[in-house]
């Protein structure tokens, strides 16, 4: 065969890029490219094996030349928008899947990635509406279930949230993001019982995950168990010490263990990280009257009503300095 010859050459990359070899592909679709620069199928493999060896920008730019020339394949839109997030080009991925499912409309997956995007830029009532029409196609797609779950948590609805993630939890037991909702939302309805053993069952699939350690030690301070609240904070705090509403719930479990001089250390951990944290100070100035150390529990004190004077516990601590 000619070496020249586009068919034969496209064929050639073809099979390169079933035997994932995509490095080998690349210049067999540039000699492609070369013959016949408007190859939409030759720049969309193009596009794809630059994708799978993480080189997003140049994955975005071949792309974006597909859609020149084939611009009405839903297809090309959906991956110029994965590459353009994984660049970090959140706006722009978003106007791509928008694109998507405007010349597909049965585009489930293009439906679920614009419903991420939304939620990462907070509209989360949009992205639920995503999630309900990619639903509608793939009824059994856990990624959509879960993302819908985590759209309605952030509604501030977390018994729709918690039937979204039972939906995906049938599908796939294991799945981490449902797991870790389910144990949010079964905290917020007041039942913490249940949901530590969905903590669990999230944190032995990934155990770096602060917040499930966060949320977990939470709940056991709402049973009572607050030795055990201590070390899963801790635990969180070891993941995230920058984090100070960690600090924070250190010291607010420490203070109900009567460790007060731990408390008063872990709340200025919290402060050393954002000086302006208000519960930090509140705690602080709490645990400084307990132990009477006025001057410094009234500078606490007074910090904490600079910063939040509406703050419900504004009054609590008002009286506090009366009382001083």
């Known amino acids: 065969m000619s070496q020249a010859d586009p068919d034969a050459l496209l064929q050639q990359a073809l099979g390169l890029l079933e035997n994932n070899d995509y490095a080998a592909a690349l210049p067999v679709l540039d000699r492609v490219l070369k013959v016949n620069p408007k190859s939409d199928h030759a720049l969309w493999c193009k596009g794809c094996a630059l994708s799978a060896l993480g080189r997003h920008a140049e994955a975005a730019a071949a792309y974006l030349e597909c859609s020149k020339v084939a611009p009405d394949r839903a297809i090309v839109w959906f991956n110029l928008g994965n590459a353009l997030q994984n660049m970090g080009s959140p706006a722009q991925a978003l106007d791509c899947f928008d694109m998507a499912t405007r010349l597909d409309a049965d585009f489930a997956d293009a439906w679920i990635n614009k419903g991420r995007l939304l939620d990462d830029r907070g509209d989360p009532a949009e992205a639920v509406e995503c999630y309900d029409k990619a639903l509608k196609l793939a009824p059994d797609d856990v990624v959509a279930w879960s993302n819908r779950g985590n759209s309605l948590k952030a509604l501030g609805k977390p018994k729709e949230a918690l039937a979204s ?52 030690g939470l709940m056991l301070a709402e049973l009572g168990k607050h030795k055990e609240a201590l070390k899963s904070l801790e635990r969180a705090a070891e993941l995230e010490p920058e984090t100070p509403e960690i600090w924070n719930n ?28 208000a519960p930090a100070w509140f705690g602080k100035a709490r645990v400084l009257f307990n132990l ?11 910090r904490f009503l600079e910063l939040a004077p509406d703050d419900p516990k504004a009054k609590a601590m008002r009286a506090l300095l009366d009382a001083a």
């Not at 460790?259 to 050393?272: G, P």
């Open 165 to 216: 993630y039972k939906k995906a939890l049938k599908i796939d037991p294991n799945d981490f993001a449902a797991l870790v909702g389910t144990a949010d939302c079964l905290m917020a309805l007041g039942k913490p019982a249940e949901g530590i053993k969905f903590a669990d069952r999230g944190l032995e699939m990934n155990p770096e995950w602060t917040a499930t350690w966060c949320n977990r």
């Open 250 to 277: 250190l010291g607010e479990i420490l203070f109900r263990l009567k460790r007060l001089e731990d408390a008063v250390e872990r709340f200025d951990r919290a402060l050393a990280v954002a000086d302006d944290y």
């Open 292 to 302: 009477d150390r006025r001057k410094e529990a009234t500078k606490a004190a007074r």
